[in-house]
């Protein structure tokens, strides 16, 4: 049989398309930047402003007040929005990555019993919150058809949930990544990203094909194997795979080799069913134990990650946000009861989980903070049950006010609370090899042990 395969090329972007596109990306990431900053003049992480921003060029303003350039901005062409997913897919995945490479693994794996603590807590009581108030909103919320329970099992996935995307920029907006409190929100969080992601998976076959014991268990294994391959095999391959590029005098091969390990552990959990943020983490973590030679290489891809592609990210998770749904009382209502249950649940079990764990009240206020930041992974759920018909517009509209709120509530709190709790020495030590590895000051400086590194 001959078989030519020039025969039908792919159809190349369109001139129109792509001047959508590069408007598209230059619109966001230019907002993103000012409101960041602005942001930032007021006390506030940057990632308050670049959330702001998909809120302000979406549907809740531009799309409402101009309706005929929002449309043309972002035209409903599903071709057209794929193209800016791409790139923020892109960017999630290595902000993801170059966040599990600041993960201090000597730490929590001291510190295991306390962050599976407070990542448990932290997930069971808002689950069983979320499902006794699915279990009593108004029939006229539920999509006709859809079962209770199953309405019910997806509204506590949706409060249990912890965003490790947003958790990763807000504490590295804050400096607050070489802190204990901030390894611990990061591995706590990605306790609680696995389990969430694993019971969205378990609710989704219940709205579709029904729940099985064969497909909870392979779900299961598949996790746990990965995570045993990732110890076992992986970190040692790994380690090999960037010491090849440790001795270059350039940063090139380094950043490239990373990338490709990150976005292939992100296939390797997507595929295996689990979502591929938690493989480009566990990969991203098995970078940051190759050494210091190998971080110093990656500092440029760190710059680009924080302060391109992550706004981008960050801002087109806003578009999607359409809070107008929220001027009809009863939507208001259920919105600030299923606020309230949220905030109150996981602040509650992960403040638990820290007192449990001999935390001081102060670490359990910041985890509590920390861990109730949801951002675009309770979007990513509410996307899922919308187009699973397990929610209405109007819930699914609740869901994402949640994801907004949270966000924008977690770091004045975690400043707050930070306040009160002192650096001790490892932790200055571990802020001066962060920055060190960002040639942030000279390397050769050494951080004082009874006072602040230099920022």
């Known amino acids: 049989m001959n ?7 792919a159809t190349p972007l369109g ?17 993103a930047l000012c409101l960041g900053r602005l942001a930032e003049r007021l006390k506030m992480p940057a990632i308050v ?39 923020g897919q892109i960017g999630v995945l290595l902000l993801v990555g170059v966040t599990g490479t600041h993960l201090d ?3 929590l794996r001291r510190r295991s019993a306390s962050a599976l603590r407070v990542s448990l807590t932290g997930l069971l009581i808002p689950l069983a919150l979320g499902i006794a108030l699915g279990s009593t909103l108004p029939a006229s919320l539920i999509p006709g058809g859809t079962d ?3 309405f019910a099992m997806f509204l506590g996935v949706a409060m249990c949930v912890s965003a490790i995307p947003v958790i990763a920029k807000t504490l590295s907006d804050m400096r607050l990544l070489h802190r204990d409190v901030g390894q611990l929100t990061l591995a706590a969080g990605t306790v609680d990203d696995a ?27 598949y996790l746990v194997g990965f995570l045993a391959f990732a110890v076992v095999a992986g970190r040692p391959l790994v380690r090999r795979v960037m010491s090849l590029t440790a001795g270059s005098r350039e940063s090139g091969p380094a950043i490239a080799t990373a990338v490709v390990l990150v976005l292939l552990g992100a ?12 493989g480009a983490l566990v990969v991203g973590t098995l970078i940051g134990m190759t050494g210091t030679a190998t971080q110093k290489h990656l500092a440029p891809l760190r710059t680009v990650v924080l302060s391109v592609l992550a706004p981008i990210f960050i801002a087109t998770a806003g578009l999607r946000m359409d809070l107008t749904a ?40 910041a985890l509590g903070a920390g861990m109730n930041a949801r951002g675009v992974v309770e979007v990513i759920v509410a996307m899922t049950g919308l187009r699973l018909g397990v929610l209405t517009t109007a819930t699914y509209t609740v869901v994402i006010l949640v994801a907004l709120i949270t966000s924008l509530m977690a770091p004045p709190l975690l400043r707050v609370a930070m306040r009160h709790i002192t650096q001790n020495d490892e932790e200055l030590l571990r802020k001066a090899a962060h920055e060190s590895w960002a040639g942030m000051y000279d390397t050769t400086a050494q951080p004082s042990p009874t006072g602040p590194a230099r920022p």
């Open 3 to 9: 078989v030519n395969i020039l025969a039908a090329p």
């Open 15 to 31: 001139g129109h398309q792509l001047l959508i596109f590069l408007v598209q990306v230059a619109s966001l990431l230019l907002l």
């Open 49 to 87: 402003g670049e959330l702001l921003t998909g809120v302000i060029l979406g549907p809740s303003l531009l799309g409402h007040f101009a309706p005929g350039f929002s449309s043309w901005l972002f035209p409903a062409a599903p071709e057209q929005a794929h193209l800016l997913d791409a790139v």
């Open 105 to 107: 693994v000597a730490m």
């Open 148 to 150: 209770r329970t199953v």
């Open 195 to 221: 389990v969430g992601w694993f019971l969205l998976s378990v609710v989704s076959a219940a709205a579709t094909v029904g729940v099985t014991l064969l497909g909870v268990s392979l779900s299961v294994a």
């Open 267 to 278: 296939v390797t959990t997507h595929a295996l069913g689990m979502e591929p943020i938690f």
């Open 326 to 365: 929220l001027l009809q009382p009863a939507v208001a209502l259920t919105g600030l009861a299923v606020l309230a249950i949220a905030i109150l649940g996981k602040f509650a079990g992960a403040y638990l989980g820290a007192r449990l764990s001999r935390l001081g009240k102060w670490e359990a206020v």
